[in-house]
């Protein structure tokens, strides 16, 4: 089978890491890929949401299947593009990638469902949203409608925060049209879990559960970021929340969108608020979570094509994921700057020392190879580990971690402490 994996990120590196073990492969290509990904696929230039130039890539090189990794694509259509040439694609359609592609649409779905969330205001007219902030107060959140690559979301402590983003957000538009639309939501407080499903449409079939660290420093301070460092399994996902999740928010929303004739098939990524063993909707994604998936990919054992096959044809009914028993954690390793404007260009050494890793891998995001491997993006590495429990992976991963150095990086050094602090993971291991 000829598979083609859109996007260039660590989560990418981790698919095709994984697909790669497949019998059943027989070409690999990713676009745009990195210098990690073009050690094990062929990387062709072209941008991951230049649609038209994928499915022209995707008939000239009759490829079996496309994997497509970040929402961009999805949202453009990208896998209906490839159905209209009868082309089979992995992720959801443009409808079903509203979950994602727009906060209103995810609410409203929501709350038509009666799914646990925030309570919120959905405004197209900053003077109405304006006064439904004086009318609530704070603390509250302010949230752009469309996509903003996560940073769109202001947690507002003060009534003045909240009025300050929704002029940003709507009248200067700092987001472009994503900020057209804006959601206000009720401030939740609890302990975050990222949950992942996987579906047809009908069947859905929950991932082993994962935290990621979204700020960017130690202690989690400093502004939001795409991710630097996930574990799996946490303690917080005991058997009875992830029934309690499957059950109240995954199936119904995969049923929900059905019943309003959008078919939902792909990774289903939950961003939920968990407090006293309930929990409650921040987001949805509609692609796997990223560092996530390479802690979840570095421990599946089911064969990633034959799973990626049955969504595609309907097929998921009766599977059963076989998941490593150790736990996995990964660090993400960041360029200077990052959150913010990044210096590329650094030649990144130590990277021949972790080559024959036995447990772990270091997934390329941000990476190029001219001749030496160096940064070219903001998150540049995700050094992804095994051990038996979440504190031996986690030490497993920073002492690879050290080996690996460019000018202005920087990493957390506290991957883990929420699950550390409970002292178990989810197996009860110390
Ligand atoms: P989102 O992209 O909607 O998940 O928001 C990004 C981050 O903002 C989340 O991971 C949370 O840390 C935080 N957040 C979003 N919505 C809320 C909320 N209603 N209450 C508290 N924190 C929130």
Redesign the pocket.
């Known amino acids: 089978m000829r598979i083609l994996v859109v996007g260039g990120g660590g989560r990418e590196h981790a698919l095709l890491w994984k697909l790669k073990q497949s019998p059943r492969v027989t070409a690999l290509f990713c676009a745009p890929g990195n210098a990690g990904i073009a050690s094990i696929a062929e990387c062709v230039s072209i941008p991951s949401d230049d649609v038209k130039g994928l499915v022209r890539f995707a008939l000239d090189n009759a490829i079996d299947l496309t994997v497509v990794g970040p929402e961009l694509p999805l949202t453009l259509g990208l896998v209906d593009r490839l159905g209209d040439v009868g082309l089979r694609a992995f992720g959801p359609t443009a409808a079903a990638a509203q979950l994602e592609g727009s ?1 209103v649409f995810a609410k409203e779905l929501l709350r038509q469902l009666r799914i646990p ?2 309570f ?1 205001g959905a405004f197209d007219d900053p003077d109405d949203a304006v006064r439904y902030v004086q009318e609530v107060g704070a ?1 509250i ?1 302010v ?1 752009a409608d469309g996509l903003a690559s ?1 940073k ?2 202001f ?1 507002c402590p003060r009534v003045e925060d909240a009025l300050e983003a929704i002029e940003q957000v709507m009248r200067s538009r700092l987001f472009g049209d994503a900020g057209g639309r804006i959601v206000v ?6 302990e ?1 879990l990222s949950f992942m499903a996987i579906t047809d449409g009908t069947t859905v079939v929950p991932l082993a559960p994962a935290q990621d660290h ?2 960017a420093f130690d202690g989690d301070h400093g502004p ?1 970021t795409g991710g630097m460092g996930a574990y799996s399994p946490p303690p917080l996902a005991t058997r009875a929340l992830e029934k309690h999740v499957m059950r109240d928010i995954m199936e119904p929303v995969v049923r929900g969108l059905a019943a309003q004739g959008i078919r939902y098939t792909g990774v289903l990524y939950a ?1 939920l ?1 968990v407090s006293e063993g309930r929990a ?1 909707v ?2 949805f ?1 509609v692609r796997f979570g990223d560092p996530e998936a390479q802690v979840l990919l570095l421990r599946l054992r089911t064969d990633l094509v034959e799973l990626f096959e049955r969504v595609c044809t309907g097929r998921l009914a009766g599977t059963v994921l076989d998941w490593d028993p150790r736990a996995a954690a990964c660090i993400v390793l960041a360029a200077e700057g990052y959150p913010g404007t990044v210096v590329k260009g650094q030649e990144i050494t130590g990277l021949d020392g972790v080559a024959d890793w036995k447990d772990g891998v270091v997934f390329h995001a941000g990476t190029r190879y001219d001749g030496a491997v160096r940064t070219d993006g903001g998150r540049v590495l995700g050094v992804t580990a095994l051990g038996s429990t979440i504190a031996e992976a986690v030490r497993e991963a920073y002492a690879a971690a050290e080996r690996i150095h460019w000018p202005g990086m920087h990493y957390r050094r506290d991957i883990g402490h929420r699950a550390l602090a409970r002292g178990k993971d989810a197996h009860g291991n110390a």
Do not use: S
């Open positions: 906060k969330t925030a919120f603390p959140v949230k996560g769109g979301v947690i939501e009720e401030f939740l407080e609890g975050e979204k700020r939001n961003g608020m409650k921040l987001e994604n």
